[in-house]
């Protein structure tokens, strides 16, 4: 089992930044491959990053590429998500998850909202 808790969203201005992070519970963090995804009012949730259990697969959706890092410290279980150059179509809530194997994400966070005003 992991639990999953996502922070530091907010509002912040277009050409802002944040760091997102998420705390992983459970002793088998390092054995998961992790997730970010975001949802925007009146859609469905899409895939922002991926990092793999070591850190040495990464995979960005192409809005994110050039301005959003994933990454993770196994030995903190935390992963995280440094978004640049923030834009007003990246306001949405944003959520965490895990898996053990490509068979589909198997927890998920509550969430943080990220709010960026133009």
């Known amino acids: 089992q992991v639990q999953l808790v996502e922070s530091g969203g907010g509002l912040v201005q277009a050409g802002g930044s944040l760091r997102l992070s998420c705390a992983a519970s459970?002793?088998?963090?390092?054995?998961?491959?992790m997730g970010w995804f975001r949802q925007a009012p009146g859609k469905e949730r899409e895939f922002v990053a991926y990092i793999s259990w070591s850190g040495g697969s990464i995979d960005y959706a192409d809005s994110g590429k050039g301005r959003f890092t994933i990454s993770r410290d196994n030995a903190k279980n935390m992963v995280y998500l440094q978004m640049n150059s923030l834009k007003p179509e990246d306001t949405a809530v944003y959520y965490c998850?895990?898996?053990?194997?490509?068979?589909?994400?198997?927890?998920w966070g509550q969430g943080t909202q990220v709010t960026v005003s133009s």
């Open positions: 998850a895990a898996r053990r194997y490509n068979t589909g994400w198997d927890y």
């Open positions: 459970g002793r088998t963090f390092s054995s998961y491959s």
